[in-house]
């Protein structure tokens, strides 16, 4: 792998980025990347002719539109197509520029919203998709499929993981269009340096949710694209080729909100808005499968909140106070 030529799409976003560090630190000198501005990844000529002038012996699928509840509320056409595109174009120019692997990256809201926990990667397509997030949960559902119909039709090597809720550095921490960790640690820091002094949270906090550090994710993304097709064949099914990618290990909102607390050192008191919804009751993915392929997490969820307070801290001096 270490002199393989590797495209890495979407190396500015926090999986992405974090995968290039993970890459960089493992002594690859050759990737390639390119900006928003520099490659339109919808537009189907131009990643044709990227892909066609590059030819890259391994592609990295990291790229996609992401948001949380609102965002995905508000924009969800642009959730779809965008998404939908750049899966689309990436897999196909990849394949017709001959090269032979490539490794996708999903999200757990591909799985039934009533799906039984924790989430087996044999729970895709049994069931209707939770409504909010259906749009993107549709796009990384054909990206799956993308990769399975390549691999059947001309014997690629297209593999597919599906990680948990990621937190981490390069995170976004917009209050509104953030996900729940980077939006309490948002709340939490500027009820601190406001002296607010309570913070109001959504819902009752007995929802639970399980949560893996980005590092852990990038780390399990070159382990699986690592290893040996196979090993890979003999944990998948051609049909059912993806492989959740998380802790194994849940906790409330409560304890992660108190845990952030902590973490920012907020000394006021927190206040549950019950008539705010608490979204799904529980989403755990069931890991087996890549732990029987040689793959754990490292990093603990208080260690890993730890760090990304740290560096949201030194990367958001615009919310510190003066």
């Not at 592609?59 to 948001?67: R, Y």
């Not at 993308?146 to 948990?164: F, G, I």
């Not at 099914?237 to 998380?246: A, C, T, Y």
């Amino acid at each position: 792998m270490a002199d393989k030529k590797i495209y890495l799409a979407g190396h500015r976003g926090m999986v992405g980025a974090a995968v290039l560090r993970q890459l960089q630190a493992a002594g690859h000198d050759n990737i390639v990347v390119r900006t928003h501005d520099e490659l339109d990844l919808t537009d189907q000529s131009a990643v044709r002719e990227f892909m066609q002038t590059q030819k890259p012996d391994q592609v990295i699928l990291a790229a996609a539109k992401v948001g949380g509840i609102h965002a995905n509320n508000q924009y969800p056409a642009e959730f779809i197509y965008q998404n939908l595109m750049m899966e689309a174009n990436i897999i196909h120019q990849a394949w017709a520029a001959g090269c032979r692997e490539l490794l996708f990256l999903g999200s757990s809201c591909i799985y039934p919203k009533f799906a039984e926990q924790p989430m087996r990667e044999s729970a895709l397509l049994t069931g209707i998709l939770e409504s909010t997030n259906e749009p993107y949960a549709i796009a990384k559902i054909a990206g799956i499929k993308l990769c399975e119909s390549y691999n059947r039709q001309y014997d690629t090597d297209y593999r597919s993981v599906m990680p948990t809720n990621l937190y981490g550095e390069n995170d976004n921490f917009h209050l509104e269009n953030s996900h729940v960790i980077p939006a309490m640690i948002r709340k939490f820091h500027d009820a601190k340096m406001s002296g607010a002094p309570t913070v109001t949270l959504w819902g009752t906090g007995k929802a639970m949710r399980e949560f893996l550090h980005v590092d852990d994710m990038a780390a399990a993304c070159l382990h699986v694209l690592g290893l040996p097709k196979p090993a890979y064949q003999a944990a998948t099914e051609p049909m059912l080729s993806h492989l959740n990618v998380g802790t194994g290990e849940d906790v409330t909102i409560r304890q992660l909100a108190e845990t952030i607390q902590a973490v920012v050192g907020f000394e006021g008191d927190i206040v549950w808005d019950s008539t705010k919804p608490d979204g799904t009751p529980r989403k755990l993915m069931d890991n087996a499968k890549l732990r029987s392929l040689g793959w754990q997490p490292t990093i603990g969820l208080e260690q890993g909140l730890k760090t990304t307070y740290q560096w949201f801290v030194r990367h958001h001096g615009d919310f510190k106070s003066h």
